[in-house]
């Protein structure tokens, strides 16, 4: 009688911390995805900013210390020989994720798609840069322009699924 007492109340115990820990781990969980989410929200609050601040400067995230007025012969020095398709008048670095436009051997406009962007949305950089100083609808997405110092900034956003809303960014141009 005694060994089904204690078998029993070792099985309660057993029962019990079985329960308590699978509800702690349900919260730790749930606690893990709030931070991972506030995290990115974090990170592209940043990626925004530097987005700004380097447009300011005639730069994309991924240009280097390359910029509106730039010489071209200087990025093919220093990144190598462009990709097929390129010219005098625009240089893509495909692996880079840039190409960079040019008129008479001087930047005027760079196009980024860094890895950076991904995911970020509409409504993030809406919240972080405020209202653009124009905006359009095109074809494949909506395009936001922001004064940048004496540049623009012009984002390019993809739209959802159902097509009729700017979701995450496309692509980022300055000039």
Same mark, same amino acid.
């Given at each position: 009688?005694?060994?089904? *007492?204690?078998?029993?109340? /070792?099985? @309660? ?7 308590? #820990?699978?509800?702690?781990?349900? +919260?730790?969980?749930? %606690?893990?995805?709030?931070?991972? &989410? ?5 990170? %592209? ?12 400067? #005639? *730069?994309?995230?991924? =240009?280097?210390?390359? =910029?509106?007025? =730039?010489?071209?012969?200087? +990025? &093919?020095?220093?990144? #190598?020989?462009?990709?097929? !398709? @390129? ?16 008129? =008479?051997?001087? &930047?005027?406009?760079? &196009?980024?798609?860094?890895? *950076? ?12 840069? !405020?209202?653009? @100083?124009?905006?359009?609808? #095109? ?9 940048? !110092?004496? %540049?623009?900034?012009? +984002? ?5 699924? /159902?097509?009729? /809303? ?6 980022? @141009?300055?000039?």
């Amino acid at each position: 009688m005694k060994n089904w *007492k204690n078998t029993a109340i /070792a099985f @309660s115990l057993a029962t019990g911390l079985f329960i308590t #820990g699978v509800a702690t781990t349900t +919260i730790n969980v749930t %606690h893990a995805a709030e931070k991972k &989410v506030e995290i990115h929200q974090i990170v %592209h609050q940043q990626t925004i900013k530097e987005m700004k601040k380097r447009a300011i400067a #005639g *730069k994309t995230t991924n =240009s280097e210390n390359f =910029s509106i007025g =730039s010489k071209t012969k200087d +990025i &093919v020095k220093k990144w #190598g020989k462009p990709d097929q !398709g @390129s010219d005098a008048e625009y240089l893509g670095y495909n692996k880079r994720k840039i190409g960079f436009f040019a008129t =008479s051997g001087r &930047v005027n406009l760079i &196009v980024s798609n860094d890895k *950076k962007y991904s995911g970020i949305t509409y409504k993030e950089v809406k919240r972080e840069l !405020g209202k653009p @100083s124009k905006e359009r609808k #095109g074809e494949d997405g909506i395009y936001v322009t922001y004064k940048a !110092g004496k %540049h623009a900034l012009e +984002i390019a956003f993809y739209y959802n699924k /159902a097509g009729n /809303a700017p979701d995450t960014i496309k692509e980022v @141009s300055v000039y």
